[in-house]
């Protein structure tokens, strides 16, 4: 039997198994209950979630032969015909290898019979944004006014390449990426179905790296079970998709926070070493960052990050470090467009050197802000002297002859003045002055010198 990969296998087949687009499907299944189907539609969005699966089931429910409350059944010869591709009145038409003017004729001239076999002629125009200017202008009245029972459908991953006269005469269905959640359910569906192994770790990483593209996230499975033997583990995916888990990367930012560039950069080498894509290691790098950040700056980061409580080990990191760090992130993301990534990243690395030495700007601000003080200058004995001693006994020292001994300065002065300054004077004994006390009688004619 020939093996039928899972993202063909488990396509949805009616408007109840889509999965994450719920306002085109209530769209949609309104209008063939009410029968008031347009007669064109343009869904837009990114590859693989849904647009052209939609479509088919659209065309199955306007051909049904046992509708049921805007459901196709499934089981009847057109419902089988419209999903082996043999139904003659279901066109489906890649405009990337159909998108010349002669193309588009021949749609044209196809398109005024009426249906063949169904109730409805349907025309999915895949990748429509690949059309020429001559194509579009050539089918703007046929979507306009096109013959009764007939529709269009313009499948386009580029909304802003169609043109505006095409979009006025659509109406426009604009599908979202899915979320990881609903991602997550659908590949637990498969493997509960396929008896798959899997830990519900690696069926996360499977719908990160799937970025919101559930076709890629049911192709990753199925390549990851071949890979596992069956199994599907979180160390099977890091192997398999060459990407690391978040405690990984986290435990990464935390060395370049505290400025271990050495353990950093043998961190890095080593994941280069084993044949990691270093270019996905560092997206992620960027996203658990992001999470830090927004964890650290908002009151209630549950409204955009998933479990906040796993960030609460970088609460004590300032958030002008992380604000840095997130800039030499996104620095080394551009470089590596330009030089081999390995070295944007590790120079990303050796410049977070300076990360542990940033200080908050609200300790600048409020902390007291260190001045330099000069370095004083040894005082003079003069002026140790004079403070002291009071202005009338510095006049009496300083009028007083002296001189040099013995490294000692000695003060000749009369007893009567010593007697009326000694209290001031006994202070003056521990700055190495002495003092020779004379009587009167015993004064000395000469000039007074000052040593000072």
Same mark, same amino acid.
């Given at each position: 039997?020939?093996?039928?990969?899972?993202?063909?296998?488990?396509?949805?087949?009616?408007?109840?198994?889509?999965?994450?687009?719920?306002?085109?499907?209530?769209?949609?299944?309104?209008?063939?209950?009410?029968?008031?189907?347009?007669?064109?539609?343009?869904?837009?969005?990114?590859?693989?979630?849904?647009?052209?699966?939609?479509?088919?089931?659209?065309?199955?429910?306007?051909?049904?032969?046992?509708?049921?409350?805007?459901?196709?059944?499934?089981?009847?010869?057109?419902?089988?015909?419209?999903?082996?591709?043999?139904?003659?009145?279901?066109?489906?038409?890649?405009?990337?290898?159909?998108?010349?003017?002669?193309?588009?004729?021949?749609?044209?001239?196809?398109?005024?019979?009426?249906?063949?076999?169904?109730?409805?002629?349907?025309?999915?125009?895949?990748?429509?944004?690949?059309?020429?200017?001559?194509?579009?202008?050539?089918?703007?009245?046929?979507?306009?006014?096109?013959?009764?029972?007939?529709?269009?459908?313009?499948?386009?991953?580029?909304?802003?390449?169609?043109?505006?006269?095409?979009?006025?005469?659509?109406?426009?269905?604009?599908?979202?990426?899915?979320?990881?959640?609903?991602?997550?359910?659908?590949?637990?569906?498969?493997?509960?179905?396929?008896?798959?192994?899997?830990?519900?770790?690696?069926?996360?990483?499977?719908?990160?790296?799937?970025?919101?593209?559930?076709?890629?996230?049911?192709?990753?499975?199925?390549?990851?079970?071949?890979?596992?033997?069956?199994?599907?583990?979180?160390?099977?995916?890091?192997?398999?998709?060459?990407?690391?888990?978040?405690?990984?990367?986290?435990?990464?930012?935390?060395?370049?926070?505290?400025?271990?560039?050495?353990?950093?950069?043998?961190?890095?080498?080593?994941?280069?070493?084993?044949?990691?894509?270093?270019?996905?290691?560092?997206?992620?790098?960027?996203?658990?960052?992001?999470?830090?950040?927004?964890? %650290? @700056?908002?009151? *209630?980061?549950?409204?955009?990050?998933?479990? =906040?409580? &796993?960030? #609460?080990? +970088?609460?004590?990191? !300032?958030?002008?470090?992380?604000?840095?760090?997130?800039?030499?992130?996104?620095?080394?993301?551009?470089?590596?467009?330009?030089?081999?990534?390995?070295?944007?990243?590790?120079?990303?690395?050796?410049?977070?050197?300076?990360?542990?030495?940033?200080?908050?700007?609200?300790?600048?601000?409020?902390?007291?802000?260190?001045?330099?003080?000069?370095?004083?200058?040894? %005082? @003079?004995?003069? *002026?140790?002297?004079?403070?002291?001693?009071? =202005?009338? &006994?510095? #006049?009496? +020292?300083?009028?007083? !002859?002296?001189?040099?001994?013995?490294?000692?300065?000695?003060?000749?002065?009369?007893?009567?003045?010593?007697?009326?300054?000694?209290?001031?004077?006994?202070?003056?004994?521990?700055?190495?002055?002495?003092?020779?006390?004379?009587?009167?009688?015993?004064?000395?004619?000469?000039?007074?010198?000052?040593?000072?």
């Amino acid at each position: 039997m020939t093996y039928v990969p899972f993202a063909r296998k488990y396509r949805p087949r009616f408007f109840r198994e889509v999965v994450g687009q719920e306002v085109a499907v209530r769209v949609l299944k309104n209008a063939v209950s009410l029968g008031k189907v347009s007669h064109a539609y343009l869904f837009a969005g990114p590859r693989g979630v849904g647009k052209t699966t939609i479509a088919r089931i659209l065309s199955k429910a306007l051909n049904c032969l046992n509708l049921k409350e805007g459901e196709p059944c499934g089981e009847c010869e057109n419902c089988r015909e419209i999903e082996r591709g043999s139904f003659p009145d279901v066109v489906e038409m890649d405009a990337a290898s159909n998108r010349g003017i002669d193309d588009i004729r021949a749609l044209k001239e196809a398109v005024s019979y009426t249906p063949i076999k169904g109730k409805h002629k349907v025309y999915i125009i895949d990748e429509a944004h690949m059309l020429t200017k001559e194509a579009f202008n050539a089918l703007l009245k046929t979507l306009e006014e096109p013959p009764p029972r007939t529709t269009f459908i313009l499948c386009t991953t580029e909304y802003d390449k169609i043109p505006p006269t095409i979009l006025s005469r659509c109406q426009r269905i604009i599908f979202g990426r899915l979320e990881e959640e609903k991602i997550i359910s659908y590949l637990e569906s498969i493997c509960e179905k396929e008896g798959i192994d899997y830990e519900p770790k690696a069926l996360k990483l499977i719908a990160k790296a799937s970025e919101g593209c559930l076709r890629d996230a049911a192709s990753l499975l199925d390549q990851a079970s071949l890979y596992g033997d069956g199994k599907v583990t979180a160390q099977v995916i890091e192997g398999f998709l060459g990407i690391l888990g978040e405690e990984k990367v986290r435990e990464f930012i935390k060395l370049l926070l505290d400025s271990e560039a050495d353990k950093a950069l043998g961190f890095l080498n080593d994941l280069y070493k084993k044949g990691y894509n270093l270019s996905k290691f560092w997206e992620l790098v960027e996203e658990e960052l992001r999470n830090v950040i927004l964890c %650290k @700056s908002m009151k *209630d980061p549950s409204t955009l990050v998933e479990n =906040p409580k &796993a960030y #609460k080990e +970088f609460n004590a990191y !300032p958030l002008e470090a992380l604000l840095y760090l997130e800039n030499l992130i996104n620095r080394g993301k551009l470089e590596a467009k330009v030089r081999t990534p390995l070295r944007a990243y590790e120079l990303a690395v050796i410049k977070s050197l300076i990360v542990k030495e940033i200080v908050p700007l609200s300790k600048i601000l409020t902390g007291p802000i260190p001045v330099q003080k000069e370095e004083e200058k040894p %005082k @003079s004995l003069e *002026d140790k002297v004079k403070d002291l001693l009071s =202005p009338l &006994a510095f #006049k009496a +020292f300083k009028d007083a !002859p002296k001189e040099r001994k013995d490294g000692k300065l000695v003060v000749k002065i009369e007893e009567t003045v010593f007697e009326s300054f000694k209290a001031e004077f006994e202070k003056l004994k521990g700055e190495g002055v002495e003092f020779e006390v004379y009587k009167k009688k015993e004064e000395k004619k000469g000039t007074t010198t000052s040593l000072f």
